[in-house]
């Protein structure tokens, strides 16, 4: 099985570490077997990295030219559209549809960067006072860059960290997570036919203990990119800290939907919905913390947990699915044990709470919607990410204590307030310790604007100009245009 990307070539892995099935969650099905690298397959993706970037001409490539090969990737992805989104759905358990609009994001993302590729060179004239200097700021790519997505959108978070490396002049090794490498190996195929040379672009697979450990800690790499969570995060950051590698990571959150009263009540309603049950909860950015001012409080959980039980499960693929599965049997059961453990602290279910009825749905990985009341911040499903379709509700008395019970979190991602009260929406925004902060509105992003949290919820940012400021080193060139003798020492002088 030829899975791996390596120096220009796909090839099969030079270890034996065997292969792993890929799993369709909606059914348990095999969709294929894809062999798995080992650390000497590693070293290899590496090495012909740091190849590419110390003797290829990615790097001294002209940033027009850059640019055009991300364009003609954005090119390919708008061909291959429906491929794309198929994979992505039967990879994940999304719906196509949901797949789509991450493909038709990713192809934005390309297309972004290869625009500030172009436009921002990142230099800069300093004035130091003396018109016998010239001196200048200017960036250059980190080097060689290890790559690491998560499983829950995994075309759609290598593009995050892909697009901004490749448009800096950076080579790279990348993997998916071991669950849903599928539409990275066709993304692969897709970087080789835009035109990026060998070397530049080399894809591993297998396990984060295994592969993602390896990517980290080889001496060769220059910078590591992580996204997933806090533990494994932190695991990283350690493994590069003796090679003092430059670390940006991801790490989720934990994320305050506030809803004041004079807010639009259908609409906040339909948008906590989404905002909790998107991608079966599997977001990062899920809105799994509902924080309702209490004259509303009662008819909001009424009406949530009423609406939360109509949402129709079943196969991405199929037109009126709503909610697909997650994403394997051991999420689902990790899921389950904080379901129970909501209970047990007790917070008061009032929708979902286990797996559905449905036969048809029975082989699958599937769990109902789930809406816990009563509930409060020292509750664990409250404090630590689920990460599942689980959304808890809190209540709160007046604006400082909705702020206080917002920010009431380790972490720091993102957040909402729902209001119609313009300065108090603004107040609130200014007020919320979290990367982005949305109004009256949930989930949004635009390749434009940072993404990033607080807190525990990572370093750096991906997207934005500081996204690619990410993969760039800044060198500071100072010339002295007129060299002369500084006569510093006392010995110095010219004998005659």
């Given at each position: 099985?030829?899975d ?11 270890t ?9 969650p909606?059914?348990?099905s095999?969709?294929?077997s ?10 290899a993706?590496?090495d ?21 090969v991300?364009?003609?990737?954005a ?23 949901e ?6 994001d ?15 060179s ?13 001196s200048?700021v ?11 997505a ?11 960290k892909?697009a901004?490396?490749l ?5 790279v ?12 190996v ?8 835009a ?6 672009v ?12 390896e ?6 790499v ?12 932190r695991?990283i ?9 430059r670390?940006?990571?991801e ?10 009263a ?5 609409t ?6 989404a ?9 990062c950015?899920?809105g ?21 039980e109509?949402?129709?499960?079943g196969?991405?693929?199929e037109a009126?699915?709503e909610?697909?599965p997650?994403v394997s049997?051991e999420?689902?059961?990790k899921?389950?044990r ?6 047990e602290e ?10 559905p ?35 808890t509700?809190e ?16 972490y ?6 729902w209001t ?20 009256n509105?949930f ?9 990033g ?7 750096g940012?991906e997207?934005g100009?500081s ?7 800044v060198?500071?060139?100072?010339q ?10 006392s010995?110095?002088?010219k004998e005659?």
């Amino acid at each position: 099985m030829r899975d791996l990307y390596i120096d220009g070539s796909w090839t099969d892995a030079t270890t034996s570490t065997g292969g792993r099935t890929v799993e369709n969650p909606y059914d348990g099905s095999v969709l294929r077997s894809v062999s798995e690298a080992g650390p000497a397959d590693v070293d290899a993706a590496v090495d012909a990295a740091r190849r590419a970037f110390d003797t290829g001409p990615w790097r001294t490539t002209s940033a027009a030219e850059r640019a055009g090969v991300l364009r003609r990737l954005a090119d390919l992805l708008v061909r291959d559209r429906e491929d794309l989104a198929r994979v992505e759905s039967v990879d994940t358990g999304k719906t196509v549809v949901e797949g789509g609009i991450d493909v038709d994001d990713i192809t934005a993302v390309f297309r972004y960067y290869a625009s500030l590729a172009e436009t921002d060179s990142g230099g800069r004239a300093v004035d130091t006072g003396d018109p016998g200097v010239v001196s200048r700021v200017v960036t250059e790519p980190v080097g060689v860059c290890s790559l690491i997505a998560p499983w829950n959108y995994p075309l759609l978070q290598m593009s995050w960290k892909l697009a901004p490396a490749l448009a800096a002049g950076n080579t790279v090794v990348i993997k998916p997570s071991e669950l849903t490498p599928l539409s990275t190996v066709r993304l692969t195929e897709l970087l080789a036919e835009a035109g990026v040379p060998a070397g530049v672009v080399n894809l591993v697979l297998g396990a984060g203990a295994v592969v993602g450990a390896e990517m980290v800690r080889h001496p060769k790499v220059d910078l590591v990119s992580f996204t997933g969570g806090l533990a494994t995060g932190r695991e990283i950051m350690a493994a590069a800290a003796p090679g003092v590698k430059r670390v940006a990571l991801e790490l989720g959150g934990k994320n305050p939907n506030v809803v004041f009263a004079d807010a639009d009540f259908d609409t906040a309603v339909d948008y906590a919905l989404a905002a909790a049950f998107f991608h079966s909860g599997q977001v990062c950015s899920a809105g799994s913390r509902l924080i309702v001012e209490d004259s509303v409080h009662d008819a909001f959980v009424a009406e949530l947990a009423r609406r939360a039980e109509k949402i129709r499960l079943g196969n991405g693929a199929e037109a009126d699915t709503e909610c697909g599965p997650l994403v394997s049997a051991e999420h689902r059961a990790k899921v389950e044990r904080h379901i129970a453990l909501a209970r047990e602290e007790g917070a008061r279910l009032v929708a979902g709470g286990g797996r559905p009825d449905d036969p048809a749905l029975a082989d699958g990985y599937f769990l109902r919607p789930t809406v816990f009341a009563d509930c409060t911040s020292e509750m664990t499903a409250v404090r630590e990410e689920v990460f599942g379709p689980v959304v808890t509700v809190e209540r709160f008395h007046d604006e400082h204590e909705a702020i206080a019970l917002a920010n009431d979190t380790e972490y720091g991602l993102a957040g909402a307030v729902w209001t119609g009260d313009a300065s108090r929406a603004q107040r609130v925004a200014g007020a919320l310790r979290h990367g982005t902060v949305w109004i009256n509105d949930f989930h949004p992003y635009v390749p434009q604007a940072e993404w990033g949290g607080f807190g525990k919820s990572g370093i750096g940012r991906e997207l934005g100009p500081s996204g690619l400021d990410e993969y760039r080193e800044v060198k500071h060139i100072y010339q002295n245009i007129n060299p002369a003798p500084m006569r510093w020492f006392s010995g110095a002088e010219k004998e005659d």
